[in-house]
């Protein structure tokens, strides 16, 4: 199947710096990337839809000015969380669907925890 | 709109006894429906799928779910736990009911899973 990768796998940083996280799909040109949010044993929440060559869509409550989305090309897309504070300490992740594929499900990325102390 | 919702957050079954974790949707028009399982700090591997094809789903690591329609049900089963299936499962409805690239994926709240010994 389809791969996302999604790097770095986790990071530490001090408060008041940017943390920038990649996601790549690997086989696939993805026009359109999704970024998630998941708080500890909760659900996934959706913070951002990444468009390819366009402004991202954001979710109703997300600070467009706190996690800038950029999606340059086909197969990137980065969530940058600007200067970062504890309180965006979490786990975020993206998928993507592959638009030549027939199976119509999302592959996600592996993860990212971030820390912010 | 679309949703679906996951009674029981937390499932706890035997090592050998049989798994059943319950999805029911809402769907304006004919859904496709996912199930998805999570490892810790993993992302999300796809279990399972449906496209309105075939309503018994078998999937990865000898899941199944059922599609019924008129129950609005797409749960998922498996006969015999096993020690390695212990993780978070979610079920997952396409926004506008088809698989496109573009198209959002609605999460449940999940159900975490815990097989005894």
């Known amino acids: 199947g389809a791969v996302v990768s999604q790097h770095p796998s986790w990071v530490i940083c001090k408060s008041g710096t940017s943390v920038k996280i990649e996601c790549r799909s690997l086989?696939?040109?993805?026009?359109?990337m999704f970024w998630y949010r998941q708080f500890p044993k909760q659900s996934l929440m959706l913070m951002a839809t990444s468009n390819e060559g366009s402004k991202a869509t954001y979710e109703q409550g997300v600070e467009k000015d706190k996690f800038l989305i950029n999606h340059a090309s086909l197969t990137l897309s980065t969530l940058t969380v600007t200067s970062a504070h504890p309180e965006d300490s979490s786990f975020y992740i993206c998928s993507a669907r592959d638009p030549g594929g027939q199976g119509a499900e999302a592959f996600f990325g592996q993860g990212t925890r971030l820390t912010v102390v | 709109a679309q949703s679906v919702t996951q009674l029981g957050s937390h499932v706890s079954v035997s090592e050998g006894a049989l798994v059943l974790l319950r999805c029911n949707y809402s769907s304006s028009v004919p859904p496709y429906l996912f199930w998805y399982v999570q490892y810790p700090n993993q992302g999300l591997q796809l279990l399972l799928k449906y496209t309105s094809a075939a309503t018994l789903v078998k999937g990865i690591n000898g899941f199944e779910a059922e599609f019924k329609k008129s129950e609005t049900s797409f749960h998922l089963t498996k006969p015999s736990a096993h020690m390695s299936d212990a993780a978070e499962y979610f079920c997952a409805v396409s926004e506008s009911g088809y698989g496109g690239a573009t198209n959002k994926l609605i999460f449940g709240t999940g159900t975490l899973l815990a097989v005894q010994p």
């Open positions: 086989d696939f040109q993805a026009t359109t």
